[in-house]
């Protein structure tokens, strides 16, 4: 799904994404590097649970032109990209029982998170089509509590209540700059695997 999959004819406009998590998942998956195939990354240790469907966006890859946008926005201790493909959360209406899955998602912002020195950016995304959240097009157009869940969820689902934060949100930011971080996430894929 990561190298055999484009990210879209459209990208950054419409994009694909392979969603590898659901809101009903107890479990963190994530697609092996190695074979493609879906494998359990970490059960989730508390009440964490994923506000949106989450997977990532097909020949993209966080390095140097990421992390430079990083830099450029304030987040000066940022040393690399993530070494992951770029991650995305679709919000849906739609019940949808399991990941593993392909879709089209409308980019419209995104959280510009660092972990432990790392750019870790999070498109949100909404589903092509969706009748409740597909007419949004900037996430300034969406409810507040949206992005405080996306958030919170982030800024809490790696850590025990006795340790101290691992990751911080730089900001969060509108369409045209998640449009930018897709197209460096994208120059950074071919950067590194050629195409």
């Given amino acids: 799904p990561w190298h055999g999959i484009t990210a879209g004819e459209d990208a950054p406009n419409v994009v694909n994404v392979f969603v590898e998590i659901v809101p009903s998942d107890t479990i ?3 697609v092996d590097k ?11 240790q508390f009440s964490n649970i994923i506000p949106a469907l989450y997977g990532f966006i097909p020949r993209t890859y966080c390095h140097d032109e990421v992390k430079d946008l990083a830099v ?5 201790d940022v040393t690399e990209g993530d070494h992951d493909p770029l991650d995305i ?6 019940n949808i029982q399991a990941g593993d899955f392909m879709m089209e998602a409308i980019p419209i912002g995104g959280l510009k998170m660092i972990d432990k020195g790392e750019a ?6 909404v589903m092509k089509g969706d009748h409740a959240f597909g007419h949004y097009r900037d996430v300034s157009e969406l409810p507040q509590a949206e992005i405080k869940r996306l958030m919170h969820y982030f800024l809490t689902y790696k ?8 990751c911080r949100i730089q900001k969060v930011y509108g369409v045209d700059e998640a449009k930018a971080v897709i197209i460096a996430s994208q120059n950074d894929y071919a950067n590194k695997f050629g195409g």
């Fill in 34 to 44: 190695e074979t493609g195939y879906l494998k359990v990354d970490r059960p989730q």
């Fill in 159 to 166: 850590n025990l209540p006795d340790e101290p934060a691992k």
């Fill in 120 to 125: 870790d950016d999070k498109i949100i995304a």
């Fill in 89 to 94: 959360c679709v919000l849906s209406s739609h």
């Fill in 28 to 30: 963190k998956f994530e």
């Fill in 72 to 76: 450029a926005g304030g987040a000066e």
